[in-house]
């Protein structure tokens, strides 16, 4: 299965209709993200798509999203700052929050990077933080202005052409950037830090990157992106910094996950997303999962299917209990692998049915097991662990049936 990406939208924080993407793993997903653009481009940047999509090979699902006024969001991209895009940070997280779940990792590019670095420590769940050619201060895009910077002190307001396109720039969004001060955030922020940039960067340069990580606390890291430019347009250098992200957040997504959802309790949830016709997510405990049907159906494709999780039960429960007697016969047995198929098929044909089973007629389910066990070679052993294999509780449950009761959660 493919990892898919879907479209959606959400409120920003001066009430604009903002223009997100989220790019969803094909099976687990084991933390969400968000990625923060950099000054004027878009979600759909070519680093942007990129490293989005290969985390999401990683197990993580990353949200993307233009900034108010910016790409195809609504709003008035005059009317907006350095404040309002750690706002819409805030908002993008809350949207994930209350949907799916909290981003445990924020990751920003070039301004992107300075945001995600000023925000991170008002997201209570951020575990991780990851910037990519980010400036030290927020202010550094001024030089961009250029001859502008006086009209827009004098007159309030100036178009700025910024790469081969003209925006208007208001005096309250250079007295905003002064305002903010990036690093000072950074030395209070309490988590991880990983700084890549490139030592060749023409527009934000590697003086930027030694600030932020001379700031930093522990732990912190930096990558050099070798040759790459501020773009980070090649495809190389892309999946080489995702990569990298992906290796380097992994400890601390794991740990973030320990303790979550405690609320739950024992209790399974599943919830639909609004993405596709068919797509949940599953929380149970501090794992999240997510269920869909295949696209012939009218699904996304996006995760296991109900019957896919019930045969990976079955599966799962008989190879735990063959080594649970194992280790207890105290029986010297290799790796356990058992694959599970399912299907429904006529009564009539069920050649393991009993007559009663058989003479009932209509459909009924079948899972057809198949067990490999390494090592084992004596016949009476082999025998007895199929034996055993039935004892599974799993197994147990689906032969005999069970009690399900059904009431609403109010």
Sequence with gaps: MNSTTQRVDFEGSQGAKLSARLDLPAGTVRAYAIFAHCFTCSKELHATRRISGELSKLGIAVLRFDFTGLGKSGGDFASTNFSSNREDLIVAANYLRENFAAPSLLIGHSLGGAAVLSVAGDIPEIAAVATIGAPAEADHVVHNFGAKIDEIGEAGEALVNLGGREFSIRKQFLEDLQANDVLERVAKLKKPILVLHSPVDQTVGIENAQQIFLTAKHPKSFVSLDKADHLVSSEEDAVFAANIIGAWSARYLASAAMGDDEEIGGETLVSETGMGKF????????????????????????????????SASLGACTSMTIRMYADFKKLDIGRISVGVSHDKIHAADCMECSEEERGKGGKIDVFERKITIDGVEDETIRQKLLEIAD???????????????????D
């Design 391 to 409: 004892k599974c509780p799993v197994h147990r449950t689906l032969e005999s049936g069970a009690k399900i009761v059904t009431d609403y959660a």
């Design 279 to 310: 797509q949940n997510t599953v929380v149970t405990g501090s794992h999240r999962l997510i269920a869909d049907e295949p696209l012939s159906v009218g699904g996304l494709d996006s995760g296991p299917t109900p019957y896919d999780y019930l």
